[in-house]
Nanobody, 122 residues
């Protein structure tokens, strides 16, 4: 099982910055991809950014150039640095992790954190 705990959300003015963190714990072999998703009121959950354990990243077009995802493989932690925040970035941000439970890859986990609120408003 993989447990994900997010932190770092809050209220920020337009143009400001926030840094989200997500720490993984539990019993697993390797988390091969971690990512951030968000869900605004009345909208579907959408991809923000993902990062593989080798460092390959993927971003939604709406956040490219403003957000940066990174991870610490030794600590099983993923970060999302959000700059130049806009009101439309307001949402609950969820951490996601896909992990193998064992070295033979017989067990797979797709886990979600509880979410952290980001509000961009003046």
């Amino acid at each position: 099982q993989v447990r994900l705990v997010e932190s770092g959300g809050g209220l920020v003015q337009p143009g400001g910055s926030l840094r989200l963190s997500c720490a993984a714990s539990g019993s697993f072999f390797r988390i091969y991809v971690m990512g951030w998703y968000r869900q605004a009121p009345g909208k579907q959950r959408e991809l923000v950014a993902t990062i593989k354990d080798g460092g390959t990243t993927n971003y939604a077009d709406s956040v490219k150039g403003r957000f940066t995802i990174s991870r610490d493989n030794a600590e099983d932690t993923v970060y999302l640095q959000m700059n130049s925040l806009k009101p439309e970035d307001t949402a609950v941000y969820y951490c996601n992790g896909n992990a193998w439970g064992d070295v033979l890859r017989t067990r797979h986990y797709d886990s979600w954190g509880q979410g952290t609120q980001v509000t961009v408003s003046s």
